[in-house]
């Protein structure tokens, strides 16, 4: 599904470049974000929701299915965003995952014998590589992270251990610098 690729790059983007292992308290603003968001994703559900009222079947099971989908979508990127932590990223991709897959079941539920069954196990193959990504892509972000932690404790040492070749208040300054610089 694009959407959900387009999710899975935006959400990667996002944690690699703001995630530094600690939650960033939510502003007012990002709590009425939050909050609209929500709400916006609750009043869409509804009209569509009433939209597939008006259809019969198995169609109608697909619809419901994917207005529940694109309010776990809405819903999940809203938390995830007024959340803004690693984990939460990835419970929002687990979250479509499972949406995505509610989605591909109900489609399958209008095949029968053998198609029906290799639907469903593509939808379940499916699932399966979402789940499996947004895991993976959490580890890669944590490692990437205690890699340039790793880096910087490193890098600081190697500048105390300069500052080491000075004396009096030259060292003390050169020590402060390299506590400023490396964020100790």
């Not at 929701?49 to 299915?65: F, L, M, Q, R, S």
């Not at 490193?154 to 009096?168: F, W």
């Amino acid at each position: 599904m694009n959407k959900n690729k387009l999710f899975t790059a935006i959400v990667v983007s996002l944690a690699c470049a703001a995630w530094g292992g600690q939650a960033v308290a939510a502003t007012p603003e990002a709590k009425a974000a939050y909050k609209a968001a929500n709400e916006q994703a609750g009043l869409n559900y509804k009209l569509a929701h009433a939209e597939c009222e008006k259809i019969t079947g198995n169609p109608k099971d697909v619809c419901i299915a994917e207005a529940k989908a694109v309010r776990t979508y809405d819903e999940a990127v809203a938390q995830a965003q007024y959340t803004n932590t690693l984990r939460a990223y990835t419970k929002a991709r687990i979250k479509i995952a499972d949406a995505n897959y509610d989605v591909d079941l109900a489609r399958c539920n209008a095949l029968t014998g053998n198609d029906k069954d290799v639907c469903v196990k593509l939808a379940k193959s499916t699932k399966v590589a979402a789940l499996a990504d947004a895991k993976a892509d959490k580890k890669v972000i944590e490692a990437r992270s205690d890699a340039r932690e790793a880096k910087r404790k490193a890098e600081y040492k190697v500048a105390t251990e300069k500052c080491d070749a000075l004396a009096g208040a030259a060292k003390d300054d050169c020590i402060k610098a390299a506590k400023t610089q490396f964020g100790y």
